[in-house]
């Protein structure tokens, strides 16, 4: 029951988190003022590699800009995305132990 629970908000988060390049697409495709959507893009991708995903891969292979990272490999975008789904795991294995602490509290 408990890892069922653990896997919907895994899911759930893990799609929230790695939201803005499945966005990014579509708010082009619109056309819509894409100023808040460089920001979060910015954020994303800036976010992991300064908590140590490029000491996973070779910094050679990065490309910088003025807003960040500007064109990097397959494996940069998938350490990437496996460092927002890890904290999504963490957030949701939090979640379930502080409202399983707070259940038990109440009785």
Do not use: H
């Not at 991708?45 to 910088?64: A, C, E, K, R």
């Amino acid at each position: 029951m408990k890892f069922n629970v653990f896997i919907k908000r895994l899911l759930i988060l893990a799609v929230v988190l790695n939201l803005p390049p499945i966005i990014t697409p579509l708010i082009l495709l619109i056309g819509l003022e894409p100023t808040l959507l460089i920001m979060s893009l910015g954020v994303w991708v800036n976010v992991p590699l300064l908590f140590g995903v490029q000491l996973i891969v070779d910094t050679t292979q990065l490309s910088y800009g003025s807003f960040g990272l500007n064109e990097a490999p397959t494996i940069i975008w998938f350490a990437i995305t496996l460092f927002w789904t890890a904290c999504a795991a963490i957030c949701s294995a939090l979640s379930l132990i502080i409202f399983k602490a707070k259940a038990s509290t109440q009785m």
